[in-house]
């Protein structure tokens, strides 16, 4: 069974790398991993693919920014013509970014299957672009791998059948929870970093990402974050590694933080864990870092005015403060107390990948076409 794995940006990898990992476990099963281009990141070099404990990319397809459509376009163009050359039995995508939709409609008109990790996910907002990804990827799959109980009734309500949705957890934790276990081997500058969180933080402290375009290309939204964690800041310290984007705005808008807040440059996914998984609390817009804060029991707030993983908030350690400065101010007071009684969810216990790999490779078509010695 040949399996393209589909990775467009940085954090996908993260969520591929698990899936990767335990597919090598697998006699028969060839993973080739794809890498569009659609963040192009200097810093992964091969340290970072070796961090993860995978290969470079089988295929890179330099896609490079653009629009949507420009981005989109780039990606299945390049991927059709690898999929022709190498004809893969099953086209596995994770999450919803660009390349997840592009690569899954591709594969769909070329008649090989697809594998749709994270499947089912919904915030209902259309505004979203990663909605749109979201939604169209899961209308063509056939295989629906579920993070958490939403996304099976999502995908129940829209007539999927219940054969092919499966709940299996979550690779994201899979990833989590391999890479706090390799913390301590030497790869991640902690001695610099413990420097920061005692002298800075004096052991307390907050952590903060925030580069969502809704939250930083509006002046007056960004001022008003600024202006509620500015005012938290006093009370304690706040590690910021600034994303590229968010410091461009915030230079063009004037935006001054509080000393208090310790603004870094952008950090990679072991350095921020470092940094975080100790935090009182954490702000945040990405989507990620309210499934790994809620895997750790480490109280999150999330400036964001809908999530599409409610399980962070209905049982995890997340609460969804919206962007304005009273709703952080008093979601952060909200988190605090919630702690004690926020738990992880189900399955979130670092075996998702190989739950993948046991339905995909125990599903009845596979077994009869191998029975067959036909390619899948």
Same mark, same amino acid.
């Not at 409609?105 to 672009?129: C, N, Q, W, Y």
């Not at 970093?193 to 907050?206: I, N, P, S, T």
């Given at each position: 069974?040949?399996? =393209? $794995?589909? !990775? %467009?940006?940085?954090?996908?990898?993260?969520?591929? +790398?698990? &899936?990767?990992? @335990?597919?090598?476990?697998?006699?028969?099963?060839?993973?080739?991993?794809?890498?569009?281009?659609?963040?192009?990141?200097?810093?992964?070099?091969?340290?970072?693919?070796?961090?993860?404990?995978?290969?470079?990319?089988?295929? =890179? $397809?330099? !896609? %490079?920014?653009?629009?949507?459509?420009?981005?989109? +376009?780039? &990606?299945?163009? @390049?991927?059709?013509?690898?999929?022709?050359?190498?004809?893969?039995?099953?086209?596995?995508?994770?999450?919803?970014?660009?390349?997840?939709?592009?690569?899954?409609?591709?594969?769909?008109?070329?008649?090989?299957?697809?594998?749709?990790?994270? !499947? %089912?996910?919904?915030?209902?907002?259309?505004?979203?672009?990663?909605?749109?990804?979201?939604?169209?990827?899961?209308?063509?799959?056939?295989?629906?791998?579920?993070?958490?109980?939403?996304?099976?009734?999502?995908?129940?309500?829209?007539?999927?059948?219940?054969?092919?949705?499966?709940?299996?957890?979550?690779?994201?934790?899979?990833?989590?929870?391999?890479?706090?276990?390799?913390?301590?081997?030497?790869?991640?500058?902690?001695?610099?970093?413990?420097?920061?969180?005692?002298?800075?933080?004096?052991?307390?402290?907050?952590?903060?990402?925030?580069?969502?375009?809704?939250?930083?290309?509006?002046?007056?939204?960004?001022?008003?974050?600024?202006?509620?964690?500015?005012?938290?800041?006093?009370?304690?310290?706040?590690?910021?590694?600034?994303?590229?984007?968010?410091?461009?705005?915030?230079?063009?808008?004037?935006?001054?933080?509080?000393?208090?807040?310790?603004?870094?440059?952008?950090?990679?996914?072991?350095?921020?864990?470092?940094?975080?998984?100790?935090?009182?609390?954490?702000?945040?817009?990405?989507?990620?870092?309210?499934?790994?804060?809620?895997?750790?029991?480490?109280?999150?707030?999330?400036?964001?005015?809908?999530?599409?993983?409610?399980?962070?908030?209905?049982?995890?350690?997340?609460?969804?403060?919206?962007?304005?400065?009273?709703?952080?101010?008093?979601?952060?007071?909200?988190?605090?107390?919630?702690?004690?009684?926020?738990?992880?969810?189900?399955?979130?216990?670092?075996?998702?990948?190989?739950?993948?790999?046991?339905?995909?490779?125990?599903?009845?078509?596979?077994?009869?076409?191998?029975?067959?010695?036909?390619?899948?």
């Amino acid at each position: 069974m040949k399996v =393209f $794995l589909v !990775a %467009g940006a940085r954090p996908n990898f993260m969520k591929i +790398a698990p &899936i990767y990992r @335990a597919s090598l476990a697998l006699p028969g099963v060839d993973c080739m991993i794809v890498h569009t281009g659609q963040h192009y990141d200097h810093e992964m070099s091969q340290a970072f693919f070796e961090d993860l404990e995978i290969p470079k990319p089988t295929h =890179f $397809l330099e !896609a %490079g920014s653009g629009s949507h459509a420009v981005q989109t +376009a780039k &990606i299945m163009v @390049a991927f059709e013509k690898i999929c022709e050359s190498e004809k893969p039995d099953l086209v596995m995508v994770v999450g919803d970014v660009n390349s997840t939709l592009a690569c899954s409609i591709v594969a769909k008109k070329l008649l090989i299957k697809v594998a749709h990790v994270e !499947a %089912g996910l919904r915030s209902f907002d259309l505004t979203m672009p990663e909605e749109i990804n979201r939604m169209v990827t899961d209308a063509i799959s056939d295989y629906f791998f579920v993070t958490e109980e939403s996304g099976k009734l999502n995908m129940l309500r829209e007539g999927k059948p219940a054969e092919s949705v499966h709940f299996v957890g979550h690779v994201m934790i899979d990833n989590l929870l391999y890479q706090i276990g390799k913390l301590n081997d030497g790869t991640v500058n902690t001695r610099e970093l413990g420097v920061y969180k005692l002298k800075q933080g004096r052991k307390r402290y907050a952590f903060m990402t925030l580069h969502r375009p809704s939250n930083v290309d509006n002046s007056e939204t960004f001022r008003g974050i600024v202006s509620a964690l500015n005012e938290i800041a006093e009370k304690i310290p706040i590690f910021f590694p600034m994303h590229p984007r968010t410091r461009k705005m915030a230079e063009q808008f004037s935006v001054e933080f509080s000393k208090q807040i310790v603004l870094l440059p952008p950090l990679g996914f072991k350095e921020s864990l470092f940094l975080w998984k100790d935090a009182e609390v954490v702000f945040t817009d990405s989507g990620g870092l309210q499934e790994e804060t809620t895997a750790m029991g480490v109280p999150c707030v999330t400036i964001r005015e809908n999530t599409e993983r409610p399980v962070t908030v209905e049982i995890g350690s997340n609460v969804l403060a919206g962007t304005t400065r009273d709703g952080i101010l008093n979601a952060y007071k909200k988190s605090l107390s919630k702690k004690a009684r926020a738990s992880v969810p189900p399955k979130w216990d670092g075996h998702a990948a190989e739950r993948i790999w046991s339905i995909l490779t125990n599903s009845s078509q596979v077994n009869t076409k191998l029975v067959k010695g036909e390619r899948l």
